[in-house]
């Protein structure tokens, strides 16, 4: 019943965590809608390929829907048109009616200080993967760490493309300019990691959120929600993510997943 807007299924075993029996608990759990995001060019075969192989019924793949972009990682970005190139290619050659996306993609300042980024060429190779995006009349799933200027700036310059702001980390302003450029915010686990002293802050902007642009991730493995907190994620632990931001909003996760379920079909289909 609770989807997931954003997991790398792919990587949980690097995590520790058996994959065949996560699908399998993702099946059993009757979870409605499962978006595998990508991040790198060449990735979207492979990770296509992994789930299909661990489903042992064309129903349970139908379960999970397929994103493909690039990281903004430093080696991303210096060759940026090569990249692009081969994910172009890849898609091209993705007759899987799952694709459904473009992503992850975006800006990240967390990794490495201002004067270390080639501001330039982060931009370029996202405004390149935006291309690919309208080409394809595709939602882009966002990557915002630590960088909410260049990426609303990057939004506002694309005002036809549309998509989500995945693994939201920012506040009410930022979300209130994302909100007005068109776009949907999704909430990771990290929500439930509000201390004491900060939970008025998160309710305001949990509630803020209108209904009918708000998602919900896991971004499995990482950002475990509480009480997980600190161990390998997985789909299967997003129902807690579900209740505490239910509890937050005044409403049933039962509603919430309701919700979340039509949002995430309006946005990818």
């Known amino acids: 019943m609770f989807s997931d807007t954003h997991c790398h299924l792919s990587y949980l075993e690097k995590r520790g965590i058996d994959p065949a029996a996560v699908v399998r608990g993702i099946a059993l759990a009757g979870m409605p809608f499962v978006l ?15 789930v299909d192989e661990l489903c042992t019924c064309a129903q349970a ?9 690039i990281w903004p990682d430093s080696q991303a970005v210096e060759n940026r ?13 993705c007759d899987d009616g799952r694709l459904c ?48 200027e260049p990426t609303i700036a990057a939004l506002r310059d694309n005002p036809d493309s549309t998509g989500v702001i995945h ?20 909430l990771a686990g990290s929500v439930t990691y509000a201390k004491k002293t900060q939970i ?3 309710e305001g902007l949990v509630r803020f959120i209108p209904s009918d642009r708000l998602l919900l991730e896991t971004d499995a493995p990482y950002l475990a929600p509480v009480p997980f907190r600190g161990k ?27 919700t979340v379920l039509l949002n995430a079909r309006r946005l990818f289909g």
């Not at 595998?36 to 992994?50: K, N, Q, S, T, W």
């Not at 793949?61 to 972009?69: I, K, Q």
């Not at 693994?167 to 999704?186: P, V």
Request: glycine share 6%; charged share 35%.
């Open 36 to 50: 595998d995001a990508g991040v790198e060019a060449d990735d979207l075969p492979r990770r296509i390929g992994f």
């Open 167 to 186: 693994c939201y980390s920012y506040g009410i302003e930022e979300a209130r300019a994302f909100l007005d450029a068109g776009w949907y915010i999704s």
């Open 101 to 148: 996306a473009i992503g992850e993609c975006g800006f990240d300042r967390h990794r490495l200080p201002d004067d270390e980024v080639d501001e330039e060429g982060e931009r370029e190779l996202f405004d390149m993967q935006l291309e690919l995006a309208r080409e394809k009349d595709f939602p882009v799933v966002v990557h915002s760490r630590d960088a909410f």
């Open 232 to 258: 390998p994620n997985t789909p299967l632990f997003i129902e807690h993510t579900y209740r505490f931001v239910a509890s937050l909003r005044s409403v049933s996760a039962e509603d919430l997943a309701r």
């Open 61 to 69: 793949r139908s379960l999970f829907r397929f994103a493909a972009g």
């Open 200 to 202: 008025h802050e998160t």
């Open 81 to 93: 048109a090569e990249q692009v190139k081969t994910l172009r290619s890849h898609l091209a050659d």
